[in-house]
């Protein structure tokens, strides 16, 4: 393999799908890896809170700790981009100031933000099926997650397949429209609801 002593400058694409557990993010993700014609690297904010040793939290001390792992997170996924890889993000944004970190993090205009979603009683019959979620966690982030309201694309996986959700989205990428949902909600459009 050739060593590269340069490469060439370029900002990474985010596709960022926002929903609550149990949703069908990471369906769908693996999905876009296979589909999509160039190389993506998937972020599931799981695989960050799995990275933390097993070392017990102190119950007073557990909200941070959760917290610093967000931050994290939101930075690891911010550096992939802007050293030029594109990333399918899978994250819940349940609580306000986890967009407002990522509006600060990511480039506006490189992120494409999708909406997914189903109906609550999927969402319950999918995290019992599951077995390895608290029971009610989806039905509780459901009032927080879509709060913001602006989104580029919108993926129902109550009837739709994760392929068929994943076609959504590579077609959405052929012409993207400007402004995207961020640089709407960073503009403050539709912010009055975070």
Same mark, same amino acid.
């Not at 802007?82 to 480039?107: I, T, Y």
């Given at each position: 393999?050739?060593?590269? $002593?340069?490469?060439?400058?370029?900002?990474?694409?985010?596709? /960022?799908?926002?929903?609550?557990?149990?949703?069908? @993010?990471?369906? !769908?993700?693996?999905?876009?890896?296979?589909? =999509? &014609?160039?190389?993506? /690297?998937? =972020? +599931?904010? &799981?695989? #960050?809170?799995?990275?933390?040793?097993?070392?017990?939290?102190?119950? &007073?001390?557990?909200?941070?700790?959760?917290?610093?792992?967000?931050?994290? #997170?939101?930075?690891?996924?911010? *550096?992939?981009?802007?050293? *030029?890889?594109? %990333?399918?993000?899978?994250? %819940?944004?349940?609580?306000?100031?986890?967009?407002? $970190?990522?509006?600060?993090? /990511?480039?506006?205009?490189?992120? %494409?933000?999708? @909406?997914?979603?189903?109906? +609550?009683?999927?969402?319950?019959?999918?995290?019992?099926?599951? *077995? $390895?979620?608290?029971?009610?966690?989806?039905?509780?982030?459901?009032?927080?997650?879509?709060?913001?309201?602006?989104? &580029?694309? $919108?993926?129902?996986?109550?009837?739709?397949?994760?392929?068929?959700?994943?076609?959504? !989205? @590579?077609? /959405? =990428?052929?012409?993207? +429209?400007?402004?995207?949902?961020?640089?709407?909600?960073?503009?403050?459009?539709?912010?009055?609801?975070?």
């Amino acid at each position: 393999m050739e060593h590269l $002593d340069h490469v060439p400058a370029r900002r990474g694409l985010v596709i /960022f799908l926002n929903g609550t557990s149990s949703s069908g @993010k990471s369906s !769908i993700a693996a999905e876009l890896l296979r589909i =999509l &014609d160039e190389p993506y /690297f998937h =972020l +599931p904010v &799981d695989a #960050f809170h799995a990275m933390r040793s097993r070392t017990p939290v102190p119950p &007073d001390q557990l909200p941070t700790v959760l917290h610093r792992t967000w931050q994290g #997170f939101h930075r690891a996924v911010a *550096g992939m981009a802007a050293a *030029g890889n594109n %990333v399918v993000v899978d994250h %819940v944004l349940s609580a306000e100031w986890r967009l407002r $970190d990522c509006l600060s993090l /990511f480039v506006p205009q490189d992120v %494409v933000l999708v @909406k997914v979603h189903c109906t +609550p009683e999927e969402l319950e019959r999918r995290e019992r099926g599951r *077995g $390895d979620r608290p029971a009610g966690l989806a039905a509780a982030q459901l009032a927080r997650v879509h709060a913001h309201g602006v989104y &580029d694309v $919108d993926c129902d996986t109550t009837d739709s397949t994760p392929q068929e959700c994943a076609l959504r !989205i @590579k077609d /959405f =990428l052929d012409e993207r +429209p400007t402004p995207t949902a961020f640089e709407r909600l960073r503009a403050g459009a539709g912010r009055e609801s975070l």
